[in-house]
């Protein structure tokens, strides 16, 4: 191994980078396969424990390497989306994180579910043939390694309740209301 390798400039494994938005900061991890990772409220310590956790999970220590042709394009296109610019998201995607029904259901969600629309937990469980898993589903949206760009928040309880989400109730609110389906808060 030369000194290259070492320092991460060739053959690295995961990339990171944290993007700024109105939700505030989102950590964006990505490999050669595509983008495998979005965290949310990625203050320093919520960063290096998601880092930690990607290592454990992928065997390859992350690099911060926010200029990145690996991120490049998921960097421009989570900006766009925050500016109201970008209503799909068009990324390779490594969903090396995510396995079985919660990756069938995921990614169902991310082909089936549009910008500015909301699906119940229950049809979404119909939509990827388990009627009656609900919860299930719901259990998916709590594992989501691509929060935003693949759109949990517009999952929401079949009575008209917004659901939980992962990145808290506010986050899935202002989520929502940049696309149109809640309105803005008046303060």
Known sequence: MNSDERDGRQDVGVVWAVVGTDIGPLLLAATRDGLVNVV???????????????????????????????????????????????????????WSLISGFNRQVLRELASGVPYGSVVGYGDLADRVGQPGAAQAVGAAMGANPLPVVVPCHRVVESGGGIGGFGGGLETKRKLLALEGVLPEPLF
């Open 40 to 94: 949310f409220h990625a203050t320093d310590a919520v960063r290096d424990k998601a880092l930690d956790r990607l290592a454990s999970r992928l065997g390859t220590e992350p690099v911060h390497a926010p200029g990145s042709p690996l991120l490049a394009e998921a960097i421009r296109q989570v900006e766009a989306y925050f500016r109201g610019a970008r209503h799909a998201f068009d990324l390779p995607l490594d």
